[in-house]
Nanobody, 124 residues
């Protein structure tokens, strides 16, 4: 069982930055790939970024590539999402999730555990 708690969301102007954190419980954090997803009102949950258990492999949605960076600190059981050059279309609830596969996959159904989400609002 893995419990995930996100933090770091908020309101920011377009062009600004935010750093999301996701703290995980349990001693098996390093055995899970981790992903970030987001869901805007009236839209489906979409993939944002993923990182392998070791942190050596990352994957990004095209819409956030070169603006967002996913990282993890296995000693702290935490995964991060650094978001730069934010745009109004990045507004959504952001969720972190744990994937038991070695490489983080890009579809929500692959993930076993989810956090409660944190709101990110980007004003124009």
């Amino acid at each position: 069982q893995v419990q995930l708690v996100e933090s770091g969301g908020g309101l920011v102007q377009a062009g600004g930055s935010l750093r999301l954190s996701c703290a995980a419980s349990g001693q098996t954090f390093g055995s899970y790939a981790m992903g970030w997803f987001r869901q805007a009102p009236g839209k489906e949950r979409e993939f944002v970024a993923a990182i392998s258990g070791s942190g050596g492999r990352t994957d990004y949605a095209n819409s956030v590539k070169d603006r967002f960076t996913i990282s993890r600190d296995n000693a702290k059981n935490t995964v991060y999402l650094q978001m730069n050059s934010l745009k109004p279309e990045d507004t959504a609830v952001y969720y972190c999730a744990a994937d038991p596969s070695p490489k983080g996959r890009t579809w929500p159904g692959a993930y076993d555990y989810w956090g409660q989400g944190t709101q990110v609002t980007v004003s124009s």
